[in-house]
């Protein structure tokens, strides 16, 4: 049966290939420049050292590199379109009946729908894993002398945006089994992705850990301000990963086994 899901999905699977190879092909040139640019033009040697002419130099770096950078930004909805990819087939057969076929060759409900959850939410989040691999080497020299645990960093990094795409996967799924219209799902899934992911980005992320109080001449360069002079270091970056990841992965369970009951009680 997996093989079976494995090849009435190939074209999403290319698809997602596709999308990988595309932001290598722009994101290593572009980094090894990146990366160059950090190490000899004086970038590195002023990590830590912001005042003078050290802050000038830091300024004139990002603006040299400011267009790749604002692009990047629009990359916190990479997880939502892999997981379109990935789930969109799942809702199709519903919506087309399909699955009946299956289930009239000796597959059980259940082997059914465990290969092809495997292939929708094994193939997003690994669609995911490179993204975010490619994205923190790319944002190195960033993260040198900025950080990575402020928001605009954080959800391109790390291990995070895999269990995005593997909740947003799960989310369309759950939505297509209840409704069985793909355009209606994907619509609404993206809209309940992005309201979770802005919820816990401001109300719960905040409060991973509790705050600090800046003191004065302290260099908040790389720390996440959260309110005035509270802050988060740089350095709970993978507290805060793991944390979050988790209960992105507890969601994504709890869709499923919503997904599971459907199908097995639900769905004919």
Known sequence: MTWVAWRQQRAELVLGA????????????????????YETDGAAACVGTPSGGCAQLLDAFDARFSTIIGVTGWFAFLP???????AAP??????RGTY???????????????????????????????TALLLTWWRRPLDNFHGRIEPGAFQLEGIAPIAYAMFAAALIIALGTIMRRTIAAI?????AFLAVRVAIETLVR??????LQAREGM?????????????????RFWAFQGIETSLYLVLTLGLLGLVAWLIERRVS
């Open 90 to 95: 799942f809702v199709l057969e519903l919506e």
């Open 206 to 211: 905040p409060h991973f850990a509790s705050t």
């Open 219 to 235: 260099n908040l360069d790389t720390a996440w301000v959260v309110d005035g002079r509270m802050y988060h270091p740089s350095s």
């Open 80 to 86: 939502v379109v892999i997981a379109v990819i990935f």
């Open 187 to 191: 619509g609404l899934g993206i809209v």
């Open 100 to 130: 009946r076929l299956a289930w009239t060759q000796s597959i059980t409900r259940r082997r059914w729908l465990a290969a092809k959850l495997t292939i929708a939410l094994g193939g997003a989040g690994l669609a995911a894993a490179g």
């Open 18 to 37: 596709a999308v990988l190879a595309v932001l290598a092909a722009l994101f290593i040139p572009t980094g090894l420049h990146m990366s160059g640019a």
